[in-house]
């Protein structure tokens, strides 16, 4: 079994400028448009009715997203809990390259103190913005605890900063390598689990990567293919085609695994997400999912 691990941040950058060059507007002779950004959402709130007590923790909660004022797609109305859309491969909607604005709130909720998004500062809202690049693929990972809404006619709740702050990942549009002329495939790991850790606050995960689908009942001796921060991606991890099993850590403790099949040239992510609160986190409180994202 051959791994690498690239991280791939120098090539995306290089190709964004390339690509942002090529997108700032439509081919003068052909009239062609530059092609759409790709775009999905992952939803891992959780209501809390009790700010002291973890074990109140366990809600999963549907929300809006709202692109420039609207709903319709790529955003979202009533986006269940603990979903990602779309939830089909290869996993994106597509976006206008150019820059959008964008709110997250508890579903049917309105008004300015709804949106997730708060300064750190003061806990008032903002309109966070990102610039999106033509068939670059951007994940926006909607992760955290927030309090449940305030009874009808009571003043707002304001979700405290930064509880669920405005992140988007950018990915990775590359092929796997070619070894002996032949492609790998690659893969990323996306940590949108709060549930990791007891506090609900997430926690970094180690990947692993064992050839079979039985998970391993420990990682010591193994070696780890590297990290994802909580509501963050890990670099890009590169292997042969082959069964597998990838089990995710936080720090020795194996908290999710699935057993995952890589093809020749295929690109995926690995979403892994929490059900709910736990005493003792473990593969019993999570759930990862797959998308195919390119086949090369």
């Not at 950058?13 to 062609?32: F, I, P, Q």
């Not at 891992?44 to 997203?65: E, G, R």
């Not at 042969?240 to 093809?263: E, R």
Request: net charge neutral; with cysteine; charged share 10%.
């Amino acid at each position: 079994m051959k791994l690498s691990n690239q991280s791939g941040f120098v090539r995306l950058a290089l190709a964004a400028t390339l690509v942002a060059a090529a997108a700032c507007g439509s081919d003068n002779t052909t009239s062609v448009s530059a092609p759409p950004a790709q775009f999905r959402i992952i939803n891992s709130v959780f209501n809390y009715t009790d700010a002291t007590s973890t074990a109140s923790k366990t809600a999963p909660s549907a929300i809006d997203v709202l692109i420039d004022s609207s709903s319709t797609k790529p955003g979202a109305t009533a986006m269940p809990g603990n979903s990602i859309v779309p939830a089909s491969d290869p996993g994106y909607e597509p976006l206008s390259p150019e820059v959008h604005s964008f709110v997250a709130r508890l579903s049917g909720d309105t008004g300015p103190t709804s949106t997730f998004f708060t300064n750190t500062t003061d806990s008032l809202p903002y309109l966070p913005r990102q610039v999106f690049t033509s068939a670059t693929p951007y994940t926006m990972v909607i992760a955290g605890l927030v309090p449940v809404p305030a009874a009808p006619g009571a003043p707002h709740t304001r979700v405290p900063a930064p509880a669920v702050p405005f992140t988007v990942l950018i990915g990775d549009p590359f092929p796997p390598p070619k070894v002996d002329g032949a492609y790998q495939a690659r893969f990323v790991v996306i940590n949108a689990a709060p549930f990791t850790s007891t506090t609900g606050n997430g926690a970094t995960l180690s990947a692993y990567l064992t050839p079979g689908n039985v998970p391993p009942s420990t990682v010591t001796g193994l070696t780890t293919l590297g990290g994802a921060l909580y509501r963050r991606a890990s670099n890009y991890f590169n292997a042969d085609p082959g069964t597998y099993t990838l089990t995710l850590t936080a720090g020795s403790k194996i908290v999710a695994h699935s057993a995952i099949t890589l093809a020749a040239g295929e690109v995926r992510s690995y979403v892994v997400q929490s059900t709910g609160y736990a005493a003792v986190p473990s593969p019993a409180n999570s759930f990862i999912t797959s998308f195919l994202e390119n086949k090369y």
